[in-house]
């Protein structure tokens, strides 16, 4: 009897829950009307700006989510494509870029929508650090940071073969050490200790980063900064530097995965409040593809108090979440930004990242300076 009464409250829960599912308001913006749309679905947008846009469509079958894709291609986006069973992602003629997930146990079709970037013509940076590396042919791009610790710049009007010769002409610069290669990444030291990643972000853009090796955990403000790595079952603490990850900053191996807890940056959220976005490097070396939030449990700290995880930032601190969910084969690297809301705006904030499920209590920690 109370088997059958616990059954009842099942059915009634599922029930109500699916009747929770709103019809999808399909968004207006301008990045909203580059999407198809399916008429009467289900879904939710958690946010659309000048830059991104992320909705979810719900209660969509396998068959629905390849017609969905189909849909996409005829709304323009098939340049670039890259695509598997259950993820898609492409190009318009314009350079707006549309990201697919399909999750077959829920049904749901997660879908991103992203702005191109703002490029102009620029001077290749004239710093002793940007000799290091050989000028791409294009001048045309952004310089996202710039310091004599290292750089990032986007540069656009480079096709994928000049991609590749690019990353032969660093290689011969003298990146080769310790290096990690695929179709479209990049990533080495040279003898110094330098590092360099490159990736070919797709519509004839490249991604080119440099750090020098003192300042790999300082982010583009030069923030201080300093990290450990704690295994509570041996009571050590070291820190420990390892230069085979994307954008090293003292990567670390947790497990099957290795991760960098790399920069910060400071920003609001949407009602003004300070908040925090962390960038880590995540890199799979388990032989199953695996993803950042699924895989690894991250806590931050101001004082000894937990921040809160912010899931709705303003609109000019150009962030995503995108990457936290996505999976990556083993060998691959991808970054990965979390925002959290400060306590205040002086404190120390420590970061403490394990993995989500092990018999270790290995954590990898950081302390960033943000005053």
């Given at each position: 009897?109370?088997?059958?009464f616990?059954?009842?409250?099942v059915l009634?829960s599922?029930?109500c829950?699916?009747?929770?599912?709103?019809?999808l308001?399909?968004?207006?913006g301008?990045l909203?009307?580059?999407i198809p749309q399916?008429?009467g679905a289900k879904?939710?947008v958690y946010?659309?700006?000048l830059?991104s846009?992320?909705?979810?469509?719900?209660?969509?079958?396998?068959?629905?989510?390849l017609?969905?894709?189909?849909?996409c291609k005829?709304?323009g986006?098939s340049?670039?494509?890259?695509?598997d069973?259950?993820?898609?992602?492409a190009?318009?003629?314009n350079?707006y870029?549309i990201?697919?997930s399909?999750?077959?146990?829920l049904?749901?079709?997660s879908v991103?929508v992203?702005?191109p970037k703002?490029?102009?013509?620029?001077d290749?940076p004239?710093s002793k650090?940007?000799?290091?590396?050989?000028q791409p042919?294009?001048?045309?791009?952004k310089i996202e940071w710039?310091?004599e610790?290292?750089?990032v710049i986007?540069v656009g009007?480079?096709?994928?073969?000049?991609?590749?010769n690019?990353?032969n002409d660093?290689?011969?610069?003298?990146?080769d050490?310790d290096?990690?290669k695929?179709?479209?990444y990049y990533?080495a030291d040279?003898?110094?200790?330098?590092?360099?990643?490159l990736?070919y972000?797709?519509?004839n853009?490249?991604f080119?980063?440099?750090d020098?090796?003192?300042d790999?955990?300082?982010n583009s403000?030069?923030?201080s900064?300093?990290d450990?790595?704690?295994?509570d079952?041996?009571?050590?603490n070291?820190?420990?530097?390892?230069?085979?990850?994307?954008?090293n900053?003292?990567?670390?191996?947790?497990?099957k995965?290795?991760?960098?807890i790399d920069s910060?940056r400071l920003?609001e959220?949407?009602q003004?409040e300070p908040?925090?976005?962390?960038k880590?490097?995540?890199?799979?070396?388990?032989?199953?593809?695996a993803?950042?939030?699924?895989?690894l449990?991250?806590?931050v700290?101001q004082d000894?108090?937990?921040?809160?995880?912010?899931y709705?930032?303003d609109d000019?601190?150009n962030?995503?979440?995108d990457?936290?969910?996505k999976?990556i084969?083993?060998g691959?690297?991808?970054?990965?930004?979390?925002?959290y809301?400060?306590?205040d705006?002086?404190?120390d904030?420590e970061?403490?990242?394990?993995?989500?499920i092990?018999l270790?209590?290995?954590?990898i920690?950081?302390i960033?300076?943000?005053?």
């Amino acid at each position: 009897m109370k088997k059958a009464f616990c059954l009842v409250l099942v059915l009634i829960s599922l029930l109500c829950f699916a009747s929770c599912v709103s019809e999808l308001e399909w968004p207006t913006g301008k990045l909203g009307r580059l999407i198809p749309q399916i008429e009467g679905a289900k879904g939710e947008v958690y946010y659309e700006n000048l830059n991104s846009l992320h909705l979810t469509i719900e209660d969509i079958n396998e068959n629905q989510y390849l017609d969905y894709i189909d849909d996409c291609k005829r709304k323009g986006f098939s340049t670039d494509i890259s695509e598997d069973n259950d993820s898609f992602s492409a190009f318009n003629s314009n350079g707006y870029k549309i990201e697919l997930s399909y999750y077959s146990s829920l049904k749901e079709i997660s879908v991103y929508v992203y702005a191109p970037k703002e490029m102009a013509n620029f001077d290749w940076p004239d710093s002793k650090i940007a000799k290091l590396l050989p000028q791409p042919e294009s001048n045309y791009g952004k310089i996202e940071w710039e310091s004599e610790s290292g750089f990032v710049i986007y540069v656009g009007k480079t096709t994928k073969a000049e991609y590749k010769n690019y990353v032969n002409d660093v290689k011969s610069a003298g990146f080769d050490i310790d290096y990690r290669k695929g179709d479209d990444y990049y990533n080495a030291d040279n003898e110094d200790g330098y590092s360099v990643s490159l990736r070919y972000e797709g519509f004839n853009t490249i991604f080119i980063r440099i750090d020098k090796p003192d300042d790999k955990d300082s982010n583009s403000n030069n923030n201080s900064s300093s990290d450990t790595t704690t295994d509570d079952n041996d009571n050590t603490n070291s820190g420990e530097t390892d230069n085979n990850s994307t954008n090293n900053s003292s990567a670390s191996t947790l497990g099957k995965y290795k991760i960098a807890i790399d920069s910060y940056r400071l920003s609001e959220d949407y009602q003004g409040e300070p908040i925090i976005i962390v960038k880590y490097i995540f890199t799979n070396n388990d032989d199953d593809p695996a993803s950042f939030l699924f895989s690894l449990e991250c806590d931050v700290f101001q004082d000894g108090i937990g921040l809160n995880e912010c899931y709705f930032v303003d609109d000019s601190a150009n962030y995503s979440s995108d990457n936290q969910t996505k999976e990556i084969k083993k060998g691959s690297s991808i970054e990965v930004e979390v925002a959290y809301v400060l306590n205040d705006e002086t404190t120390d904030v420590e970061i403490e990242v394990s993995e989500l499920i092990s018999l270790s209590d290995k954590k990898i920690s950081k302390i960033f300076s943000i005053e």
